[in-house]
């Protein structure tokens, strides 16, 4: 009778030290997970400084902002001006949004006066304007000088969630900047600049593409997460602590 009571009133001794023990590292784990949202917090709060600094800086000549790119690999949001032609054959299009239309944004290659290209996002087209044929106008001869945000190239794809780019509809998911560059006609052996730059609002003629599509929205909800993180910390400890000061039955 004595033994049946015991172990109906409680654990035995191996299975609370079982217990514990795994608490413990759930412990752990979420105390780690907390201190990297922290981590975190501080990366993106810097990259958020950076940012906002560079959007607001003058415009560098392209001379500048390629030296920093051979420094740091990191020119994001980095103003600049360049001068050049536009090869409006090469057009690539990006499948994208811009308040609410479906479209693509329009990235054509622009010859310096060194030979070399660039490859600019000119801005957003409406999906049935993708055809430059229904938008001539736009299509800017001679030379031309844009200014705008240089952007980073992307190592890879972003996400396996992300449609493959299909070169032979000229339809990109994704900013593949070589493949891009060597699918836009360029005479063989170009070189091209190691980013991309985004144009800015200057209106083109007729209307479209239409400029200064960048956007500059990064969530940053790294706080949240690691008062959540340290919040079910603290809240396992406490069932920890009760569990301990509950002597274990012996069966």
């Not at 608490?23 to 997970?33: H, M, P, Q, R, T």
């Amino acid at each position: 009778m004595s033994e049946a009571t015991g172990s109906a009133a409680g654990p035995s001794r191996p299975r609370s030290l079982l217990l514990l023990g795994l608490g413990l590292v759930l412990f752990a784990i979420l105390l780690g997970l907390g201190t990297w949202q922290v981590q975190r917090l501080h990366w993106k709060e810097g990259l958020l400084e950076t940012i906002d600094r560079r959007t607001h800086a003058a415009p560098l000549p392209l001379a500048d902002v390629e030296k920093e790119f051979a420094a740091s690999h990191d020119v994001d949001y980095t103003p600049v001006t360049v001068t050049g032609t536009f090869l409006h054959q090469g057009e690539r299009h990006f499948f994208s949004t811009w308040e609410g239309d479906t479209g693509f944004n329009v990235y054509t290659p622009l010859q310096l006066d060194d030979g070399r290209f660039v490859l600019v996002n000119r801005g957003f087209v409406p999906y049935d304007l993708k055809d430059p044929a229904k938008r001539q106008q736009g299509e800017i001869a001679g030379k031309v000088t844009v200014t705008g945000l240089a952007r980073n190239p992307l190592p890879g794809k972003p996400s396996m969630m992300l449609p493959d780019n299909d070169v032979a509809k000229n339809i990109f998911y994704w900013k593949d900047r070589d493949v891009m560059a060597s699918s836009a006609g360029l005479p063989a052996g170009a070189a091209l600049v190691p980013f991309f730059i985004d144009a800015d609002k200057t209106p083109n003629p007729g209307g479209l593409p239409v400029g200064g599509v960048t956007i500059i929205d990064l969530p940053n909800n790294h706080l949240q997460y690691a008062v959540t993180w340290y919040g079910l910390a603290a809240a396992l400890a406490a069932v920890l602590i009760v569990r301990l000061r509950r002597p274990a039955k012996v069966g």
